[in-house]
């Protein structure tokens, strides 16, 4: 099977605009979690999606959304970027079949998105 | 603060030594994960661990978990150079707020010498 894909690898915007990262999860895979990584608060959970609901958020602002799609292609959105947005944005796909939290996350390359 | 806390931060070793990673965690956990990353890269999982389990075994890993001191430790037996990389011990924890969610440590930074 193919793995996590995320799209674009790299990024750059100017401070106030507003992108849109995707990620394709690993075929039959239903849950679909993002993290934000930074050397100054490591890795961070942003939120997480199963069948097109939004099940759990971390602690962002609401500059920070996203969505998922029917076939569990998921996106997420930054608007009104601000510098200490830059980071290596990860998605990571589970099968979420049973309890969840019991599966393990597979993530993708990350998209690496520079703020100027 | 961080769900889990490794030590230690770095790691300096030479090829064939064994690496010892530990990784803390604060509250109930469903499972353990560790993971590598290779400079600032995509993450690569190494093992799951689920809290009824005490040691697993994959390749040259071995994983320990001790939930009454809520820690566990990763071993990498006869290291190479290509072991080189940050590993991060994460937690998913128990209850309802838990969906999708790993709470990562800060990472060890591993680096073996040829």
């Known amino acids: 099977k193919a793995g996590v894909t995320q799209t674009p690898r790299y990024l750059i915007k100017t401070r106030g605009q507003q992108v849109t990262l995707s990620c394709s999860p690993i075929s039959g895979h239903r849950s679909v979690s993002w993290y934000q990584q930074t050397p100054g608060q490591g890795l961070q959970f942003l939120f997480e999606?199963?069948?097109?609901?939004?099940?759990n958020k971390g602690n962002f602002p609401g500059r920070f959304s996203g969505r998922q799609f029917s076939n569990s292609r998921s996106e997420m959105n930054v608007s009104t970027l601000e510098l200490g947005d830059s980071a290596l944005y990860l998605c990571a796909s589970s099968l979420e079949l049973a309890l969840p939290g019991t599966d393990t996350q597979y993530f993708g390359p990350g998209t690496r998105l520079t703020v100027l | 603060s961080q769900q889990g806390e490794e030590d230690p931060q770095a790691l300096s070793i030479q090829e064939g030594e064994n690496a010892t990673m530990n990784c803390s965690y604060k509250?109930?956990?469903?499972?353990l994960q560790w993971y590598r990353q290779n400079s600032g890269r995509g993450l690569v999982h190494l093992i799951l661990?689920?809290?009824?389990?005490r040691e697993k075994h994959s390749g040259r890993l071995r994983v320990t978990l001790d939930t009454s001191k809520k820690s566990s430790s990763l071993l990498i037996t006869a290291s190479r150079a290509a072991d080189t990389a940050s590993y991060f011990c994460?937690?998913?924890?128990?209850?309802?707020?838990?969906?999708?969610?790993?709470?990562f440590g800060q990472g060890t930074i591993l680096t073996v010498h040829p």
């Open positions: 509250t109930s956990i469903n499972n």
């Open positions: 994460a937690t998913a924890l128990r209850g309802g707020t838990s969906y999708g969610k790993l709470t």
């Open positions: 999606y199963f069948s097109e609901t939004q099940r």
């Open positions: 661990i689920r809290s009824n389990e």
